[in-house]
């Protein structure tokens, strides 16, 4: 698929309180209180927005990472922090046109909460949702938080997540987009013939409906979703419009793109209609020399035990205590089922660079992105280019190492320059999510009858 010199990059800006490096929250620069300060993240959503960013994105957990006291007692991420879709709805009102994305469970929800949030959020942000599909992995203790030991199997997370995004569709399906006609004069507040119960019965849920809430602005919040196992990249090409990949070079880049808009083909969907954005870690400089500078900086605050529970993180909580660390992964290793996309993704790094487990450690420990890059604002972009235009993605899901710092230099530095060489907006064109992306309002499933 060729790109036409009007193609636009899409941006993301996903939000990692203090920034994405992992001794982020040491650095002078940092709000250290970040994961609890609103007025952290107004400023942060408003200075993106300025930028003409697609979207914010909040990850999310319903749990405390897993790991000895002593290590998570050194770490910011998943330890204490507002809920996603509060901070998101906190900041519908401060901000007009950038997206607004959080994390959604389909494990540890059930889907008429999860309809009903997003589809408030559609409306509170003027059509600006986007939920971000999650079968949850085993890095955080969620499971326990909701009345069982056991995390499901992957591949039932993915049958109950499948029927959850169908529900969730149907509820939101509930009411005709013109059913609300609030007549003072006859006294008629909606019309009740425009009202659909969806009364699902299925494997995993019994839902009625329908929905309390109106039609969402886009139809159906934005679908997003990140996994990439075989199950996971079905699952995508079946549902997602945005699809958040973790990806190290360009050439696997493009495997995987050409992977997931095949099987969109194949669900027959229009493969332009899923997004592919990979991760992009990123530390940006006026110069390769300051950017350096600045990354190992943020190296140097960085400790073993909190480098390697990071990894284990990266690979859905896998047991690094079983393995020697200063060798690579054993030939004859043997993937867990429950950690399969991000366990294979380290094992194949660390084999092909021939890192030791504690080198790949340290060296990933910078955030959970595929790429992590430090540079000039025009070397940076260099990258961004070629993986746009060589068919190796529709945009990147940006994680500056530090927040405020490494955002003021996204804003001040790379954008300008992807706008001159006429990759990104100068201006938003539309006022909704949907809109920004050139992705369709879907049509209710009644609409006609």
Same mark, same amino acid.
């Given at each position: ?58 990850? @999310?957990?319903? #749990?405390?990472? +897993?790991? /000895?006291?002593?290590?998570? &007692? ?5 330890? %204490? !922090? ?123 849920? @019994?839902?009625? #409906?329908?929905? +309390?809430? /109106?039609?969402?602005?886009? &139809? ?5 979703? %990140? !996994? ?222």
């Amino acid at each position: 698929m060729a790109r036409s010199a009007q193609d636009k990059i899409r941006l993301g800006l996903f939000i990692n309180p203090t920034g994405h490096h992992q001794a982020a929250w040491r650095h002078p620069s940092s709000q250290a209180d970040a994961s609890v300060n609103l007025k952290h993240y107004i400023e942060i959503a408003q200075r993106a927005e300025a930028a003409k960013i697609d979207a914010l994105f909040l990850a @999310d957990n319903q #749990g405390m990472r +897993n790991g /000895p006291p002593e290590v998570v &007692g050194r770490v910011a991420q998943y330890v %204490a !922090g507002f809920e996603p879709l509060t901070l998101l709805s906190a900041l519908a009102p401060v901000t007009s046109r950038i997206g607004l994305i959080a994390t959604g469970s389909t494990t540890y929800n059930y889907p008429y909460q999860i309809a009903r949030k997003f589809a408030s959020l559609d409306h509170l942000s003027g059509g600006r949702a986007g939920w971000n599909i999650v079968t949850s992995g085993t890095a955080t203790r969620e499971a326990e938080n909701f009345g069982t030991v056991e995390h499901p199997e992957h591949e039932a997370r993915y049958d109950r997540a499948s029927e959850f995004v169908e529900v969730c569709r149907g509820l939101w399906d509930s009411w005709d987009d013109d059913a609300f006609i609030r007549d003072r004069e006859r006294g008629i507040f909606s019309d009740m013939e425009k009202l659909h119960v969806l009364d699902h019965h299925g494997t995993y849920f @019994d839902v009625r #409906g329908p929905l +309390n809430v /109106p039609r969402c602005p886009q &139809g159906y919040p934005l679908h997003v979703q %990140a !996994g990439t196992s075989s199950t996971g990249k079905d699952f995508a090409a079946r549902y997602a419009e945005m699809m958040f990949v973790s990806a190290q070079s360009l050439g696997n880049a493009q495997a995987l793109y050409s992977d997931v808009k095949a099987r969109a083909d194949k669900f027959g969907r229009d493969p332009d209609h899923i997004k592919i954005m990979p991760g992009l870690a990123l530390t940006v400089g006026r110069t390769e020399a300051e950017a350096r500078e600045k990354f190992e900086e943020l190296q140097s605050l960085l400790t073993l035990p909190v480098a390697l529970n990071m990894l284990s993180m990266r690979m859905n909580g896998a047991d690094l205590s079983v393995y020697d660390i200063d060798r690579p992964f054993p030939d004859d290793i043997v993937i867990p089922p429950q950690s399969r996309s991000g366990f294979e993704v380290m094992v194949e790094r660390s084999r092909r660079e021939k890192l030791s487990i504690r080198e790949l450690a340290i060296k990933t420990a910078g955030s959970l992105a595929g790429l992590t890059i430090h540079g000039s604002a025009s070397q940076l972009a260099d990258l961004m280019e070629e993986w746009f235009r060589e068919n190796g993605c529709d945009g990147f899901n940006l994680q500056p190492s530090t927040f405020p710092g490494g955002l003021d230099d996204i804003v001040t530095l790379l954008v300008p320059e992807l706008q001159r060489r006429g990759l990104f907006r100068t201006e938003y064109e539309a006022r909704t999510l949907r809109g920004h992306l050139g992705l369709p309002r879907p049509a209710s499933r009644y609409a006609g009858n």
